[in-house]
Each structure stands twice: as structure tokens, then as C-alpha cells.
């Protein structure tokens, strides 16, 4: 199976910065599309942002100049830098992976546990 951990929430004050990154582990084959969604208290989990294999990037709209989607294929790791963040970044955020198994020859999505994220005012 497939692991895929998150790390590097925390609280942090209005104009703040934090650094995300997630790690999969587990029988991979290959990695496809990774990313970060989130979800904030009593609202629908949203794309933050996607990277392909590639390097291409995929921002919500209202995200982008502040938040920056990178990889390291090396190390089937995704990171997402959050700069200026404003309290209503808070939420739990969630890393996904388009992942082939060296066990089941298809592509299926993972998801991690998901990581607090809390900016003060």
C-alpha cells in the first residue's frame, strides 16, 4: 500500500509564513500528480494547488502570488510554501498523489491525515 505524510502545520501568526511537505512511501511504482487541498471548519474541502510529474502547477485562483506548489521526485516528496498568510488560510490541509503500485498495474489517488493549519489574527 501507499503512506503518504504530511508535516510542517502548525499556528502561526497573520503575515506568517509555514512550509508543508508530504512524503509517500509504500509499493510504488511511479507518481503521478500530487497536491494539496484543504479544508476549513464547516466548509467543502478545496484544491490549493496540483504539480505534475512534470513541474506543471495548478493554483486556486485566489491563492496564487502567495502560495507555492514544488517536488522532489527523488524523494516522492511534495512541499507547499504558504507565505502571508491571512486567518482565513486556517485549516486542516491535506496532501492527494496519483499513485501506480509495484502490486495493482492502475492509478489510484491517496490521500494523507491532513495537517492543522491555525493563523492568528
Known amino acids: 500500500q501507499v503512506q503518504l505524510v504530511e508535516s510542517g502545520g502548525g499556528l502561526v501568526q497573520a503575515g506568517g509564513s509555514l512550509r508543508l511537505s508530504c512524503t509517500a512511501s509504500g509499493s510504488i511504482f511511479s507518481i503521478g500528480t500530487m497536491g494539496w487541498y484543504r479544508q476549513a471548519p464547516g466548509k467543502q474541502r478545496e484544491l490549493v494547488a496540483t504539480i505534475t510529474s512534470g513541474g506543471n502547477t495548478n493554483y486556486a485562483d485566489s491563492l496564487k502570488g502567495r502560495f507555492t506548489i514544488s517536488r522532489d521526485n527523488a524523494k516522492n516528496t511534495v512541499y507547499l510554501q504558504m507565505n502571508s498568510l491571512i486567518p482565513e488560510d486556517t485549516a486542516v490541509y491535506y496532501c492527494?498523489?496519483?499513485?501506480?503500485?509495484?502490486?495493482?498495474?492502475?492509478?489510484?489517488?491517496?490521500w494523507g491525515q491532513g495537517t492543522q493549519v491555525t493563523v492568528s489574527s
Open positions: 492527494n498523489a496519483a499513485v501506480s503500485t509495484t502490486v495493482l498495474p492502475r492509478v489510484a489517488n491517496y
